[in-house]
């Protein structure tokens, strides 16, 4: 069935430094794998994505890792800022229902 | 990227009525709709996929004939919770499917009060 994990739930960095959230999933057939930032009050926001057939993908200051073998997947925020404060949430395409399945999230906080 | 809309924002109202919550994609047709509730402080969590013109598929323990949804057509998807019941107080998020973008994308939430 379809499940994912993600750790930390909570996850608070100085400004500047980088920040890590890691998810894991069982379904071996599931290809693809987006993150979510959600601020208080609305609705999701597609950050970044990756799909299969490539193991990193980045964008400016986020980057996210996949490793299908292993079935986790990464994301990685570097030189982390203010507004970075919000819950981010990994996902992954359910591919036999083709329905995005959520984690649990993690609240990151940036420390001034 | 595509934009997905929620009507109304917000809305309370009292034990027993009948509420009913409107999905709209904007700028592309979305074949298939989701809708999702989400509890303070939790994870979203997927009540049913709507199918343009089908019966919507629900989760396993959301109830069909509480939760009414209709794809009527390719933009729009609505969700009423009939009969609300202050434990149905909860933020109820859509997503629609774009088979061009081979993505999907959020509506900004509707937050629901039962009073």
């Known amino acids: 069935g379809e499940n994912v994990e993600q750790h930390p739930s909570t996850l608070s960095v100085q400004e500047g430094d980088s920040a890590v959230i890691k998810c894991t999933y069982s379904?071996?057939?599931?290809?693809?794998f987006p993150w979510y930032k959600q601020e208080l009050g609305k609705g999701p926001q597609l950050i970044i994505d990756?799909?299969?057939?490539?193991g990193e993908k980045k964008d400016q200051r986020i980057a996210v890792t996949l490793n299908k073998t292993a079935k986790h997947f990464s994301l990685h925020i570097t030189e982390t800022q203010p507004e970075d404060s919000a819950v981010y949430f990994c996902?992954?395409?359910?591919?036999?229902?083709?329905?995005?399945?959520f984690g649990s999230g993690t609240r990151l906080s940036i420390r001034p | 990227g595509a934009v997905v809309s929620q009507h109304p924002s917000w809305v309370i109202c009292k034990s027993g009525t009948s509420v009913k919550i409107e999905c709209r994609s904007l700028?592309?047709?979305?074949?298939?709709m989701f809708w999702y509730r989400q509890f303070p402080k939790q994870s979203l969590m997927l009540m049913a996929t709507?199918?343009?013109?089908?019966?919507?598929?629900?989760e396993q323990g959301v109830e069909k004939d509480k939760f009414l949804i209709n794809h009527a057509s390719l933009t729009l998807s609505t969700l009423t919770v009939t009969s609300a019941h202050p434990e149905d107080s909860s933020f109820y998020i859509c997503?629609?499917?774009?088979?061009?973008?081979?993505?999907?994308?959020f509506g900004p939430g509707t937050r629901l009060t039962v009073l």
């Open positions: 709507s199918n343009e013109g089908s019966k919507a598929t629900y």
């Open positions: 379904d071996s057939a599931s290809n693809y």
């Open positions: 700028d592309f047709q979305a074949t298939t």
């Open positions: 996902a992954l395409l359910y591919s036999s229902a083709s329905k995005i399945i």
């Open positions: 990756i799909r299969s057939n490539v």
């Open positions: 997503s629609a499917d774009s088979r061009s973008a081979d993505t999907q994308y």
